[in-house]
């Protein structure tokens, strides 16, 4: 049987999902047997490509399927016996704050993706190590460090996915909103460093406050003349990955099922889970609704509490980038299957920028997922007009700062 390895990484993933639309691809992928391999971790063990096990889960193995298959000419189910190597990994990531909780074991998950051929680490300290000790994983990118202001630019140039996870977390008793001082200073220099070096970057911004730093990013790329609403996100990946985790928990649901739309933004009240338009249909009690809404809404509080000083969320927070990552590139790279949550510019609300469901194209976001917004519960349309003040709130304090 024809074989594409994910190398052993396939072992602990079996529950992940990276739930983005998905067809089954009824094809085994061996490593013993072949030499295409996605992580090479670990040559003799082998992943089931039409299962729900790789790295980064179902959206992973869509991004074997969109970036080898086709350049392969082979159909599935009659792979040459011996096949060369796949198309180089095409494209180029940029991480800022690369040295960071979030940004290490980010690094990590970009490098074993398949799809990138340069990782591009910017830190104003330590990153150099963090480079040198990921360049040497035997996976296809090339790694290199670069740090201080005048390293910048060449980080940068080039580059087709700008994450920003720079900036200080939070601490125990603080919210999202006390960090805006310090992070949003830090995300607006960033940011024009992306405008002048890789303008048509799709940008992933990490640093909270989102619902702030996202409209400060795009007042600065407009004072530039290079804002692109359909290529700027706030990454809200986690509120999903949590609702998706949370939900099949309390349901015994099968994870790699489960779909929750999270829309509104990225603090407290204003994160809202649709459990209505949730994947498969589930039904909830009206408690279950209340337990489940506030445990996602609370999440990033939980773990800042349980860190107990050492910060916030990091490792589940790079999964959730990595798995945003791997989605834009498979959006770059031509697959025309590609769903995710994002805090964007958006008119499906009367707020000028709003988490929901769009679909991504080479272009950026190619269109609005507004259903998710029809017929919603009273529970969720109450919420809905509840968060809107605190979101309005926290997106002109960002459009303010950045006009000053
Ligand atoms: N969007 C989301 O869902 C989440 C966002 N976050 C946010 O991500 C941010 C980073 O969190 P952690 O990685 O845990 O913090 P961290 O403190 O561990 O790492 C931040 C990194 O940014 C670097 N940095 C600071 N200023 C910089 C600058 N001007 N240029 C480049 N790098 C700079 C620091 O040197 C450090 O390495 C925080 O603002 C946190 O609140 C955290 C979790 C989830
Ligand atoms: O809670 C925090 O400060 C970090 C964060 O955004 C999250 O974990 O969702």
Do not use: W
């Not at 639309?21 to 009824?26: I, T």
């Not at 509104?264 to 809404?293: A, C, M, N, R, Y």
């Amino acid at each position: 049987m024809a074989t594409i390895s994910a190398g052993s990484v396939a072992s602990y993933s079996s529950q992940t999902g990276f739930v983005t639309k998905y067809r089954p691809l009824s094809m085994h992928f061996n490593a013993s047997k072949t030499h295409m391999n996605f992580i090479d971790l670990k040559a003799s063990s082998s992943i089931c490509i039409q299962s729900d096990a790789s790295l980064l889960g179902k959206g992973s193995i869509a991004a074997l399927q969109a970036s080898y298959l086709p350049k392969l000419k082979f159909k599935p189910g009659r792979l040459p016996a011996k096949q060369s190597q796949p198309r180089a990994s095409a494209f180029k990531v940029a991480v800022l704050g690369a040295a960071g909780g979030i940004g290490q074991p980010l690094g990590l998950l970009i490098k074993m993706s398949p799809l990138v051929s340069h990782l591009n680490l910017y830190d104003i300290a330590n990153v150099k190590g963090v480079a040198a000790d990921l360049s040497h994983c035997n996976t296809p990118s090339q790694v290199i460090g670069f740090t201080g202001a005048s390293e910048l630019a060449n980080c940068l140039r080039g580059v087709d996915v700008v994450v920003i996870p720079a900036g200080v977390p939070r601490k125990p008793g603080m919210t999202r909103e006390d960090l805006f001082n310090i992070n949003a200073s830090i995300v607006k220099t960033l940011v024009e460093a992306v405008a002048n070096n890789c303008p048509d970057a799709f940008i992933h911004i990490v640093s909270n406050p989102v619902n702030s730093t996202v409209p400060i990013a795009a007042e600065v790329l407009k004072q530039k003349g290079v804002y692109d609403p359909k290529k700027l996100f706030g990454v809200t990946t986690l509120d999903v990955v949590r609702a998706n985790t949370f939900v099949s928990r309390k349901k015994n649901l099968r994870l790699v099922d489960v779909d929750v739309p999270v829309i509104g933004g990225h603090s407290g009240i204003t994160i809202l889970p649709l459990l209505s338009k949730i994947k498969p249909f589930v039904v909830f009690t009206d408690e279950e609704v209340s337990e489940l809404t506030l445990k996602v809404q609370n999440g990033g509080t939980e773990v800042v509490e349980a860190k107990a000083g050492a910060g916030s969320a990091t490792l589940s927070m790079a999964y959730a980038a990595a798995r945003f990552v791997e989605s834009s590139l498979r959006a770059l790279d031509g697959d025309s299957d590609v769903y995710e949550c994002a805090f964007v510019q958006s008119d499906l609300t009367d707020l000028p920028f709003f988490a929901s469901r769009v679909k991504l194209g080479r272009n950026g976001i190619e269109a609005f997922m507004s259903a998710d917004l029809l017929n919603l519960t009273n529970y969720e349309a109450k919420a809905l007009e509840a968060l809107k003040p605190e979101l309005k709130a926290s997106i002109e304090k960002g459009m303010a700062f950045a006009q000053k």
